[in-house]
């Protein structure tokens, strides 16, 4: 019986829309071996990608937790802290722990969006239930015996709501601001660098196994879970939902993720390189409307590089091609293939 993991490796269709014409990695026939791969491409890849995403201009600050509140959800235990990520910032994060005691440590999750409310499925304030209980990823995880982080996007932590109308005015600003401050630092970077204090923040708990470090994202925190795990090997797996791998499938040249860099014909990198990056860790699309067949020659395209470690079958998309938000199945295929990457059980949650 093959596996949930070789199962979502392997298409169920054949028309992969139109060719966008991916360099397959490894580009030279002379890289034979994983070692190959990580001594001759691996490494210009990572400094390319480290030079297109920029970095900031601060001084070292004090990255101590600040713990807000706490308290009791059918779940299990919320921890509200506030975490640095820079001497002028910090993000709202959610701790999320399950219920009873455990023998060994337990599989932690980064989950990073806008904010933590809807990861956690609680509005943090008032503690009533959130809409749209299909994304609650952190609520779910956390009913499976995960620790959790669910983190928050910069605009919120950066600038003042600008209480306009006009759309994602938030992030405008809070991408002016970004620029302004750090001309040689892109938005995609900056939520990346966030997501990695989440994940510090994370491996800082005792009950956490880092070698069971997931992340996992919808939509814009997909974009988070795919940049953040493709950088930070920590990360053993990541699952993201319908965040659109391709440049041309939702708004990437937005000021707040890559801007005007994604039209520069000298670019030099693309998303099936970053992904490449990934290589041997676990890699799982949700595709439903943003992803969708044209997905599959990202995953393709960096497959011979994850064959040189012996595991193709860790690369895999699941298309439930229902819209944007993952119905019930294509979650509880998604939490089995997350739990067969860590060699864990199978674990009952609700939505």
């Known amino acids: 019986m093959s596996t949930i993991s070789q199962q979502l490796s392997v298409p169920s269709y054949d028309d992969f829309g139109d060719d966008l014409g991916l360099t397959a990695l490894p580009c030279s026939s002379a890289v034979v071996t994983s070692e190959d791969w990580e001594k001759r491409e691996r490494g210009e890849i990572l400094a390319r990608w480290r030079q297109v995403l920029g970095s900031p201009e601060m001084s070292e600050f004090d990255n101590t937790p600040e713990r807000l509140t706490c308290f009791e959800l059918p779940e299990g235990m919320a921890s509200v802290f506030r975490l640095p990520t820079s001497p002028v910032s910090q993000q709202l994060v959610v701790l999320l722990e399950p219920r009873g005691e455990v023998a060994g440590p337990r599989p932690g999750a980064v989950i990073p969006f806008y904010n933590p409310d809807l990861m956690v499925g609680y509005d943090i304030e008032t503690r009533e239930p959130k809409d749209a209980p299909n994304v609650h990823f952190g609520r779910h995880l ?8 669910c983190g928050q996007a910069f605009p919120y932590n950066t600038v003042p709501d600008p209480l306009s109308d006009a759309s994602f005015a938030w992030w405008h600003a809070a991408a002016a601001k970004l620029h302004q401050d750090h001309p040689r630092w892109t938005g995609i970077g900056r939520l990346a660098w966030d997501t990695r204090i989440a994940t510090d923040f994370l491996l800082d708990q005792a009950q956490v196994d880092p070698d069971r470090i997931a992340i996992m994202g919808h939509s814009l925190g997909g974009k988070m879970a795919f940049y953040a795990g493709c950088l930070d090997e920590r990360i053993k797996a990541v699952v ?6 391709a440049f041309g499938s939702t708004n990437w040249d937005a000021p707040w993720y890559l801007g005007d860099l994604v039209n520069d ?18 890699f799982l699309i949700l595709a439903g409307f943003y992803d969708g067949p044209v997905s599959w020659q990202f995953v393709d395209a960096v497959r011979p590089v994850y064959e040189l470690y012996g595991c193709g079958d860790a690369l895999g998309i699941l298309d439930h091609a229902t819209g944007h938000r993952p119905p019930l199945e294509a979650l509880e295929a998604a939490y089995a293939w997350l739990a067969e990457q860590f060699e864990l059980p199978r674990r009952p949650f609700t939505i």
């Not at 956390?142 to 982080?149: A, D, H, I, L, T």
């Not at 993201?240 to 791998?245: L, M, P, T």
């Open 240 to 245: 993201a939902s319908d965040f659109g791998i």
């Open 142 to 149: 956390v009913q499976q015996g995960y620790v959790v982080v």
């Open 265 to 282: 014909p000298e670019l030099g990198v693309g998303h099936h390189d970053l992904l490449a990056l990934l290589a041997p860790r676990s």
